[in-house]
């Protein structure tokens, strides 16, 4: 609901709007029918009202979240489309055309329509905890539809506009802090959230003059980007590029025309199937994922303290991530003290690089670093509520590990290890507890990718389970819960993909060819590249695994001609198919939304694919499963 109160100041009666969906915090305002006819009933008060201003602010916790992404299954035709955008342009534009200034005061997230109707208002304030100010509908395979190409460009300029329509949501949904939305251009002003409001009213009462920018180098802004477009996307996503023609149009259309082409170009990408994928996948990331598909209902126990065994790269990582997010002391162990204080003092430089960022307060990062500590002994793990393993690949050092840890480490300990393909079974065979042994494997960079795989063996208890979830969520990681399995979910797709991709240049392939083959799906990286980040050992490791398992599916013959890069694109998706049907029946994963979601927060897959195992059904690939073996 818009909720209108009158404050009454010396300057004359401010009208304060704020947008409450009667939640609280747990939830976002969401700009659905209601809300819109909630807008529309208050409109005639605020148009034939005596104020001298506007400010529209949020609930605590949200500004807005944009459109109720719910209510898109009920638009069943085109006009139905154009209907729901021009709702959205006329409301928001009586707003605009209020005659007294108005101000959105922007006090915590502000997403999709939330920016779009924050755009038309005269002024915008932000708070300086605000966090996401985002326009990912190109994300989700549509455009904005309220305004927000159109008046994008025209508060902030070409270039600051492709950025937060296009380029940020290609990016895996990259969000502006409030410090960036300033820099950009998009709002006036931050304020600490105690004076928002008060600053907000001090810009309706002051009206500093503001003039249109300068779209002069629209049409080159948006070649640029058309071609950065081509060369991650390769056509394969037909939102974004509607996203840049509507920008384009920005510089020499009057609005009322943007108006008309937002309406018609988002009707035209709402039934394509990139647009009905996203929407999937959209569902699972953000409320499968969140809800915790096969969570169990016990409670965790307490984690105050974090060990780490390991001090390589990866552990390194994992440490800064901990103290970051959890606060808790982190103690690491490893072979030779100067392993140990290499890692220690990356951790404190990552601190400080973050304080330097802004992002971290310095004190804080002094603090922080001060929880850090670490030995070739096992001295400080005696007390460890968590301990995770992150030692070289190769199973008899990691159950040496494991036997020494269960010596030392308290009985209420949970024990994890960041294998990427090793057997967690195995690694519990002979502990004492089995039953507080698990998986946690991150995904490189640690800090970037939001994936968490939570490995269970048939031993692994609730208690222990509940626990590492419990802590992932407390990391701001997305857990998906696989059954033990070599490779898991992730690393056993893409090794398919990767045998085959080995298999057609060992026939005489090019390496171009193949890495075209993949990228004509979408996806964001390169096989060769994707290889080059992950390092030939780690690819080799976990290829070795796979194969030694699986020797018929993962070995690399040769054997063949040479085919064109739409059959080698055939070949890939027919492995995966083949992969994920055995995913399935082995009961790695109890659905196939499991594999989407590992591979949409793990490996990059693009919303507009809906993951795999949609692309793999408007393809004609199947993937039937008889009754699972476990």
Not at 560 to 573: M, P
Request: aromatic share 6%; glycine share 8%; hydrophobic share 45%.
């Amino acid at each position: 609901m818009f909720v209108l109160e009158r404050l009454e100041s010396p300057g004359g009666p401010i009208a304060l709007v704020t947008m409450d969906d009667r939640t609280g915090e747990r939830r976002p305002n969401i700009l659905g029918r209601a809300a819109l006819e909630s807008l529309a009933e208050l409109l005639p008060e605020l148009e034939n009202g005596d104020f001298g201003g506007l400010v529209l602010t949020g609930k605590p916790g949200s500004f807005s979240g944009g459109a109720d992404l719910d209510e898109f299954p009920q638009i069943e035709s085109r006009e139905q489309a154009i209907e729901g955008s021009r709702a959205g342009h006329e409301l928001f534009a009586r707003v605009r055309t209020l005659s007294y200034p108005t101000v959105a005061a922007i006090n915590a997230a502000c997403l999709g329509g939330g920016v779009e109707l924050a755009f038309h208002c005269d002024y915008r304030v932000i708070s300086s905890s605000a966090r996401q100010f985002a326009s990912p509908e190109c994300l989700l395979g549509f455009i904005p539809a309220w305004g927000a190409t159109q008046l994008a460009p025209r508060i902030a300029g070409p270039e600051a506009a492709v950025r937060l329509i296009v380029a940020n949501p290609m990016r895996q949904n990259k969000m502006l802090s409030a410090e960036q939305a300033l820099e950009l251009g998009f709002v006036d002003r931050i304020a600490e959230p105690e004076q928002l409001i008060e600053e907000a009213i001090s810009l309706a009462r002051e009206q500093p003059p503001r003039m249109e920018a300068d779209l002069s180098s629209t049409s080159e802004v948006v070649r640029r980007a058309r071609a950065q477009l081509d060369d991650s996307l390769h056509g394969a996503a037909p939102a974004p590029y509607a996203a840049l023609e509507l920008i384009e149009g920005a510089s020499h259309w009057i609005l009322e025309e943007g108006y008309r082409a937002e309406e018609k170009a988002f009707a035209d990408l709402m039934f394509t199937p990139q647009a009905q994928a996203s929407l999937y996948a959209f569902d699972l990331v953000e409320r499968r994922a969140r809800r915790g598909a096969g969570r169990p209902s016990v409670e965790p126990r307490e984690v105050a303290k974090v060990g780490i065994a390991g001090a390589g790269l990866m552990a390194t990582q994992l440490a800064t991530l901990f103290l970051r997010r959890l606060g808790v002391h982190v103690v690491l162990r490893d072979l030779e003290q100067e392993i140990v204080d290499r890692a220690l003092e990356t951790v404190r430089d990552d601190l400080a690089a973050a304080a330097a960022r802004g992002r971290l307060d310095p004190d804080e990062a002094v603090s922080l670093a001060a929880l850090a500590a670490g030995s070739t002994s096992y001295e400080g793990f005696e007390d460890c509520d968590l301990v995770l393993e992150a030692v070289f690949e190769e199973l008899g050092v990691k159950r040496q590990v494991f036997a020494e840890l269960e010596d030392v480490v308290p009985p209420g300990c949970v024990l994890a290890t960041n294998t990427s393909a090793l057997s967690v079974t195995a690694m519990a065979e002979g502990l004492k507890q089995p039953e507080r042994l698990l998986g946690m494997h991150f995904f490189n960079p640690v800090a970037l990718m939001p994936l968490v795989e939570l490995v269970r063996t048939p031993e692994t208890d609730d208690s222990s389970l509940a626990t590492a979830w419990t802590v992932a969520d407390r990391l701001r990681k997305r857990p998906v819960l696989v059954n033990d399995g070599p490779g898991f979910v992730v690393n056993r797709l893409l090794t398919r993909m990767m045998v085959v991709l080995l298999d057609e240049i060992e026939r005489g392939n090019s390496v171009e060819n193949t890495d075209e083959a993949v990228l004509g799906l979408g996806l964001p990286m390169a096989p060769s590249a994707l290889l080059q980040m992950v390092g030939e050992q780690v690819a080799d490791h976990v290829r070795e695994t796979l194969h030694a398992a699986y020797p018929d599916r993962f070995a690399v013959t040769g054997e063949g001609s040479v085919r064109s890069v739409d059959e080698i694109r055939e070949a890939v998706l027919e492995a995966l198919a083949d992969e994920v049907r055995y995913l399935l029946e082995e009961g790695v994963v109890a659905s196939p939304q499991d594999v989407d979601t590992a591979l949409i927060l793990g490996a990059g897959f693009p919303f507009f694919m809906g993951g795999l195992t949609p692309h793999l059904r408007q393809a004609g690939y199947t993937y039937e499963v008889s009754a699972p073996t476990r």
